[in-house]
């Protein structure tokens, strides 16, 4: 597995800079932004297992990218920065979905065992996938390839392959389809047309095996997106 990767947004540079250099000694990858649309365009578009966020940030304040970040990543670790003496901001993150808070200034130790803890507990780290189970076959995802019990044989393009494993790490759940193109395409889903996705899917249906009308591994749901079928919606 690769080394986590931590986005920092944070106006203050010497502060930014601090926490970059400690979080790259601890062995993290680093992402960086001083400014809030610049931040929240990183936020939606690249990979990055923690966010590390200040509240008070110039263009866009952190609050904004907090919403926007855990509509499209519900169960993305976020730490909030603060001021100290700060309380009701703190509040405020916590209940816009924000995991835990460390006050300025902080000390290294500190930040460090935060970050751990979040990624202990978070949802978003699932064990690598490598195949999936179908009624009628498995698609092997390392191998890039779908085999049916029938015979035959599919390929699965790169897009196709990491577009199935991530509907299988979030097995069960409804996943919009803005989050998909932010997750998976790794695009601001703002102004694009989403039809890209619904064309995916149905080639990615036909290749499993499934049927667009009566599917029984990718299911549409309406009004939200899609989710690969639990066990038990297939009987």
């Known amino acids: 597995m690769g080394r986590r990767c931590v986005l920092i947004i944070e106006d203050d540079d010497a502060i930014r800079q601090g926490v970059v250099d400690a979080l790259r000694l601890a062995h993290y990858e680093t992402a960086e932004a001083a400014a809030g649309r610049r931040g929240l365009q990183l936020a939606l578009t690249s990979e990055w297992d923690v966010l590390l966020l200040d509240l ?3 263009e866009l304040d952190g609050f904004e990218i907090l919403k926007e970040v855990r509509a499209a990543r ?7 920065l ?4 700060e309380e009701e ?11 835990d808070y460390v006050v300025k200034p902080f000390g290294v130790r500190e930040l ?3 970050v751990e803890a979040v990624l202990r507990r978070s949802p978003e780290r699932p064990s690598d996938i490598q195949r999936v189970l179908l009624p009628d076959g498995v698609a092997d995802l390392e191998r ?3 085999q049916l019990s029938d015979g035959r044989r599919y390929d699965l393009s790169e897009r196709e392959a990491e577009l199935l494993a ?4 979030h097995r069960g759940r409804a996943i919009s389809r803005d989050e998909l193109l932010s997750r998976v395409w790794r695009v601001d889903p703002s102004g694009i047309e989403t039809r890209t996705i619904d064309m995916h899917i149905a080639r990615l249906r036909e290749k499993l095996g499934d049927d667009a009308t009566h599917p029984r591994v990718i299911m ?3 009004g939200k997106g899609y989710r690969l079928a639990a066990q038990e919606d297939r009987g």
């Open 112 to 114: 460090l065992a935060r």
């Open 220 to 222: 549409t749901v309406r």
């Open 82 to 85: 603060t001021a100290r003496g």
């Open 89 to 99: 901001d703190r509040v405020r993150g916590l209940r816009l979905g924000a995991d």
């Open 144 to 146: 890039a390839e779908v």
């Open 166 to 169: 991530y509907l299988a790490r």
């Open 56 to 58: 008070i940030l110039p």
């Open 74 to 80: 519900p169960t993305a670790p976020i730490i909030i």
